[in-house]
């Protein structure tokens, strides 16, 4: 293990705070901060509102979508996916994803003996090159304290039973290295295309706390 890539496999632990994960807490100390600093550099001149607006509308184009495609080039691809879990970077330059920063990206692949759950407990880092704009909750206290200490319970509160007889891996991400999970395929999806298994894929399952779900039937 080292400092960018802490796993963790823990059973409950009531000892620690099990504040549910909701989206309703009022803006952070980080957050808090960043607004400060911004305002502080337009008004030293150091950036200009345009740039930042720039900036802005290149997070705002990145979407799940991109991930989303990544993913299911990985399930049908091997060789692509050999790639992309040796340097999920330069795996996703090959799809035309930029990256607009020097963060590293490791993709982490679930098995049927091993699931992956991305947290950044410090702050908020997260692979917005491929994901966009993290959701509410991701930047909470709750999930970034629980996720840690006891994943299962945090993934039973999403409705995801992982078995006791599977590891669970929480890494965590930080300023300069950042992960993505590679999920499981679903059952029953050998005769979709890549379109289509890229449409299954969500952000949360490339969080991973929740699995990608397809259904035969409905389909």
Same mark, same amino acid.
């Given at each position: 293990?080292?400092?960018?890539?802490?796993?963790?496999?823990?059973?409950?632990?009531?000892?620690?705070?099990?504040?549910?994960?909701?989206?309703?807490?009022?803006?952070?100390?980080?957050?808090?901060?960043?607004?400060?600093?911004?305002?502080?550099?337009?008004?030293?001149?150091?950036?200009?509102?345009?740039?930042?607006?720039?900036?802005?509308?290149?997070?705002?184009?990145?979407?799940?979508?991109?991930?989303?495609?990544?993913?299911?080039?990985?399930?049908?691809?091997?060789?692509?996916?050999?790639?992309?879990?040796?340097?999920?970077?330069?795996?996703?330059?090959?799809? =035309?994803?930029?990256?607009?920063?020097?963060? %590293? &990206?490791?993709? @982490?692949?679930?098995? !049927? $003996?091993?699931?992956?759950? /991305?947290?950044?407990?410090?702050?908020?880092?997260?692979?917005?090159?491929?994901?966009?704009?993290?959701?509410?909750?991701?930047?909470?206290?709750?999930?970034?304290?629980?996720?840690?200490?006891?994943?299962?319970?945090?993934?039973?509160?999403?409705?995801?039973?992982?078995?006791?007889?599977?590891?669970?891996?929480?890494?965590?991400?930080?300023?300069?290295?950042?992960?993505?999970?590679?999920?499981?395929?679903?059952? =029953?999806?050998?005769?979709?295309?890549?379109? %289509? &298994?890229?449409? @299954?894929?969500?952000? !949360? $399952?490339?969080?991973?706390? /929740?699995?990608?779900?397809?259904?035969?039937?409905?389909?």
């Amino acid at each position: 293990m080292n400092d960018h890539d802490q796993h963790h496999d823990h059973a409950h632990d009531h000892d620690h705070d099990h504040t549910p994960i909701t989206a309703d807490e009022q803006p952070g100390y980080y957050e808090t901060l960043e607004t400060a600093i911004r305002e502080l550099l337009v008004e030293r001149k150091l950036f200009g509102a345009d740039e930042i607006r720039r900036q802005i509308e290149v997070l705002d184009s990145r979407t799940p979508a991109l991930g989303a495609k990544v993913v299911a080039r990985a399930w049908t691809d091997g060789e692509f996916k050999t790639r992309l879990l040796g340097n999920g970077r330069s795996a996703c330059e090959e799809l =035309g994803i930029t990256f607009y920063d020097d963060t %590293q &990206l490791i993709v @982490l692949e679930n098995t !049927d $003996a091993v699931h992956n759950l /991305i947290v950044c407990t410090l702050c908020s880092c997260y692979p917005r090159p491929v994901l966009g704009l993290p959701p509410d909750w991701y930047k909470l206290k709750p999930y970034r304290a629980r996720a840690v200490h006891e994943p299962r319970a945090v993934l039973e509160e999403f409705g995801t039973h992982i078995p006791s007889d599977v590891e669970i891996r929480v890494s965590d991400s930080t300023a300069v290295v950042r992960y993505l999970v590679l999920p499981l395929r679903p059952n =029953g999806t050998d005769h979709l295309t890549e379109e %289509q &298994l890229a449409d @299954l894929v969500t952000r !949360d $399952a490339m969080i991973g706390v /929740i699995p990608v779900s397809y259904n035969s039937e409905a389909a």
